[in-house]
C-alpha cells in the first residue's frame, strides 16, 4: 500500500474519533399493495412504490405496475377476502377453499388454512385488526347473516407451533409452524342487530376498541349506539357507554402524533382521535383536519354511493406518513356512464401526507 493511501485511511481514522464507521445501512423503501376486481373473472395484486411516487414531481396519470404482482383467479359470483397480519397478505374465497399467504418480505407464496365456518357467511369480513405484544394476532369479526339472527362471530389467526404427535420424541427435531385459526372465549357482547361502524388498536397492544351502531334504524337518532374495548390478554369486555368513536372503519394509531388517525367519509376529512382511556368512560377528544381530501367533487360523493368503493386509509408504519386510496372520475366523464363492461370511467387517486398535531390544537 502506498504512503498516500496511509495517510488518507489515517486521516479518515482520525476525523471518526479513533473508530471507523460503518457505512448507514440502506433505507427500506415502503410499498403500497394494492388489490383490484378487474371484471374479468380475477382479483389482481399490484405492488407501489410508495417512496418513488412521493419523490417525484410528476403529478400526471400514471398506469399501474404490470404484469401484476398476483393475480387470483375466481368466477364473477365468488368474492375474495384480504387482510394484512405483519409482513404477510392473506387472500380467503369461502367456503372451502384455503388460503393463500404472500409473505411480503420474501416474497414466497404458501398455503394457509381456510376461514373458520363461523365466518363463511359472506365474502366480507366485517372487522380485522392485528394485536399483541410479543406474538401478532389478527381478530376478525363478521356479521353472522344479513337476517342477524346469529352472534357476531369472534375468530383469531396467528402462527403457531404444531403439536408434535405424542410418539414423537426426538427433542433435536426443528419446531414445526402454520397458521391456526382459534375461537376467541368471550365473545362479543353487543346485540345481534348491531353492526361495527370503526374500530382502533390501543397502544399498549393488546386492547381493542369497536363502536357499533343498530342496523336498519330509521331514527332520526341513529338508534343505539355504543363503544366497547376487549382485553384481548384477559379475554374481557368493557362497555364504554354510548360514544362513537369520530372517525368511520379503521384507525390507525401514530405513536409520533400520539392519536389515531382515521377518516370521516361523510365529509371527506381525516379525523385525530386522542386514545381512548381503556377505565374510564369518557369520550376521547378529537379534531378535524380543516382541508378537504376526497369527496371535494358532488360527482364523486355520487360515485362513492352507487359503486360502494369507499376511499381507504393506510399507516406507512414507522414512516409518519399516511397513503389516501380513492376511486375517482375521469375527467369529462359523468357519473352515471362510469361503470359497465365497457366503460373505462374511473382512475385511482393516491394522496401521501403527514401530518401535525397536538392535544391543544
Not at 352515471?336 to 392535544?359: E, N, P, Q, S, V
Amino acid at each position: 500500500m502506498s504512503s498516500k493511501r496511509k495517510r488518507q485511511d489515517r486521516d479518515e481514522y482520525d476525523r471518526c474519533g479513533g473508530v471507523k464507521t460503518a457505512p448507514a445501512p440502506e433505507k427500506r423503501r415502503k410499498h403500497l399493495y394494492v388489490m383490484l376486481d378487474d371484471r374479468d373473472n380475477a382479483y389482481r395484486m399490484h405492488k407501489i412504490d410508495v417512496d418513488a411516487l412521493a419523490d417525484s414531481e410528476d403529478n400526471d396519470m400514471l398506469l399501474l405496475p404490470e404484469p401484476a404482482l398476483l393475480q387470483f383467479g375466481t368466477d364473477r359470483h365468488s368474492g375474495m377476502c384480504f387482510f394484512a397480519l405483519g409482513t404477510s397478505i392473506f387472500a380467503t374465497r369461502t367456503p372451502d377453499t384455503p388460503a393463500l399467504v404472500y409473505d411480503t418480505d420474501t416474497g414466497g407464496l404458501t398455503v394457509g388454512p381456510p376461514l373458520p365456518d363461523k365466518l363463511r357467511a359472506g365474502p366480507d369480513i366485517t372487522m380485522a385488526m392485528a394485536a399483541g405484544n410479543k406474538k401478532q394476532i389478527m381478530y376478525a369479526l363478521y356479521d353472522y347473516d344479513t337476517n342477524y339472527l346469529n352472534p357476531h362471530p369472534m375468530e383469531a389467526i396467528s402462527w403457531e407451533v404444531v403439536p408434535r404427535h405424542p410418539h414423537v420424541h426426538e427433542r433435536h427435531l426443528p419446531r414445526v409452524m402454520e397458521w391456526t385459526w382459534k375461537s376467541v372465549p368471550s365473545q362479543p357482547p353487543y346485540g345481534r342487530m348491531d353492526e361495527i361502524v370503526s374500530y382502533a388498536v390501543h397502544p399498549d397492544q393488546r386492547t381493542f376498541f369497536v363502536s357499533v351502531k343498530e342496523a336498519f334504524c330509521s331514527r332520526s337518532d341513529g338508534g343505539n349506539k355504543g363503544t366497547f374495548s376487549l382485553d384481548t390478554k384477559h379475554c374481557e369486555w368493557s362497555w364504554h357507554v354510548d360514544w362513537m368513536l369520530p372517525f368511520e372503519r379503521k384507525g390507525y394509531y401514530d405513536a409520533e402524533l400520539d392519536a389515531w388517525m382515521g377518516l370521516r367519509l361523510t365529509d371527506g376529512r381525516v379525523c385525530a382521535c386522542r386514545v381512548a382511556s381503556r377505565s374510564s368512560s369518557a369520550p376521547p377528544e378529537w379534531k378535524l383536519l380543516q382541508e378537504k381530501l376526497f369527496c371535494k367533487d358532488p360527482q364523486e360523493r355520487q360515485l362513492m354511493a352507487l359503486s360502494g368503493i369507499r376511499p381507504s386509509l393506510v399507516y406507512m408504519q414507522g414512516s409518519g406518513r399516511f397513503c389516501l386510496l380513492e376511486c375517482v372520475l375521469r375527467e369529462g366523464v359523468d357519473w352515471k356512464h362510469a361503470f359497465g363492461d365497457d366503460a373505462h370511467g374511473c382512475l385511482l387517486r393516491l394522496t401521501i401526507f403527514g401530518l401535525k398535531y397536538d392535544h391543544q390544537g
